[in-house]
């Protein structure tokens, strides 16, 4: 009875089923520790949010670009039993052509640890108003050329870095804060068009230059009959939003050059309108660049923490295989402490990334953390050539997430594929083992003679 008993026991303790369940058990409650892991990455990722918006409310805002807009009063004067009555309607006329030329340097500004992207730019907008007469002439009687305008849009005033020169018809003009028509352009300058005469059919030409400072975004609007804009710059990470992106673009390692054009029939509102009556439709044109790269540090942090799993479980694999294959007998405890360290892993990543760039920061982190396992193999396998092929395991996990992290676009085929190869690779190995007849650690030793 007491021989039976304990070769129960034996039977329990070397059991291959047992160890998997144990094993399969750890790879599940490591998952607890990652997943603070990853709430500390994204607690830093809103901190580091939060550093830039205060950076950007220091410097300037995103900026975006609206007009010019001429504006020019409409006298009616209407008649009814004899009393004569004038009103006036602002009447809102659009460029004819816009170019839009610029240069964009961009600048890293630091709040504590943290990191923003701000820029300087030198923008020449050219182009020319057409006097049009798609207004409704009944009871008109003309335009009340003294109050005529030309506004400006620019989001963020703060940004504007040296005097605007504004020329509009071969005359520099004094330009003023303000527009007038909080509706259609909330914040920016204009200009009184003085005493000029408008004639119907008539082209003016103007030419702004504007010295603008913003952090993150700089848009547009296209306001032109036809909008081109030109942007060139030395960063190397743009990224093109809105509704319309560059007609041509050209990337390389000393910047990009990026050319839109955009034509009245691209977006929805007319070259002309009465008072606001399209003011909505303005931003809903709005494109532009963003000077970001291409992907944050803690966003890559919080992606390299999701193949934890997938870490955790091929290096128990490769615990389990040298138990199996070798006759080794690996404690749970002795898992849990490899598990631990494949954790830390992520933590360094996140905190190193914070000081240095985030390449250097992952090798750092990989050969902390594949250094200390390989070492504590070394007193468990007693075998140099099994710590050997762990640390090539290891390295090569590391190395295949790291790859997989900058291939932002295709990380789903990178990480199915890399599944299929481990799994196809694992089956290879274990193929002549008879399942049902293995046992753990030293199974030479009979448990009838133990008694």
């Not at 504590?376 to 090539?392: E, M, N, P, Q, R």
């Amino acid at each position: 009875m007491e021989n039976s008993t304990l070769k129960s026991f034996l039977s329990l303790k070397y059991s291959v089923t047992l160890k998997l369940l144990i094993i399969g058990f750890l790879a599940l409650v490591l998952l607890i520790p990652n997943a603070f892991i990853v709430s500390i990455i994204e607690e830093r990722s809103l901190l580091n949010e939060e550093a830039i918006k205060e950076i950007g409310s220091k410097w300037a805002e995103s900026q975006e670009i609206l007009g010019p807009i001429l504006s020019v009063p409409l006298v009616y004067e209407t008649e009814k039993d004899g009393k004569k009555t004038i009103t006036t309607e602002d009447y809102q006329i659009l460029p004819h052509q816009l170019k839009i030329e610029g240069k964009v340097l961009p600048e890293i500004l630091k709040r504590g640890i943290y990191k923003g992207v701000v820029y300087r730019s030198d923008l020449v907008i050219k182009g020319n108003f057409v006097v049009l007469d798609d207004f409704d002439k009944k009871d008109f009687v003309g335009f009340k050329t003294p109050e005529a305008k030309v506004s400006f849009g620019v989001t963020d005033l703060r940004g504007i870095e040296d005097e605007v020169d504004f020329t509009i018809n071969g005359e520099k003009k004094q330009v003023n804060p303000g527009t007038g028509n909080f509706k259609m352009i909330a914040s920016g300058f204009s200009i009184l068009m003085g005493e000029s005469d408008l004639i119907v059919g008539d082209s003016i030409p103007f030419t702004i230059r504007l010295k603008l400072k913003g952090s993150k975004n700089l848009s547009f609007i296209p306001t032109g009959k036809t909008t081109d804009v030109h942007i060139q710059s030395p960063w190397t990470a743009p990224k093109f939003d809105g509704k319309f992106l560059p007609n041509n673009r050209n990337l390389t390692e000393e910047g990009f050059t990026a050319d839109w054009k955009v034509l009245e029939l691209n977006r929805n509102f007319p070259q002309s309108w009465i008072n606001n009556a399209y003011a909505e439709n303005l931003k809903s044109a709005s494109f532009g660049v963003d000077l970001l790269s291409p992907m944050e540090d803690y966003q890559k942090s919080t992606r390299s923490a999701k193949y934890a799993l997938m870490t955790i479980g091929l290096t128990f694999l490769m615990f389990f295989l040298v138990e199996v294959l070798g006759k080794k007998n690996i404690h749970p405890f002795q898992y849990a402490m490899v598990g631990f360290a494949i954790c830390l892993f992520y933590i360094l990543l996140v905190s190193i990334s914070e000081q240095v760039s985030f390449n250097i920061a992952y090798l750092i982190s990989t050969i902390a953390v594949v250094g200390m396992i390989c070492l504590y193999s070394l007193s468990l396998f007693k075998v140099k050539k099994y710590t050997f092929i762990l640390a090539t395991v290891l390295l090569g996990s590391f190395g295949f997430l790291f790859v997989t992290l900058q291939m932002e676009d295709y990380a789903l085929l990178m990480g199915s594929i890399g599944l299929f190869i481990i799994l196809a690779t694992t089956m290879y190995i274990t193929r002549n083992i008879d399942w049902n007849r293995m046992s753990l650690g030293k199974s030479d030793e009979n448990p009838d003679q133990s008694s």
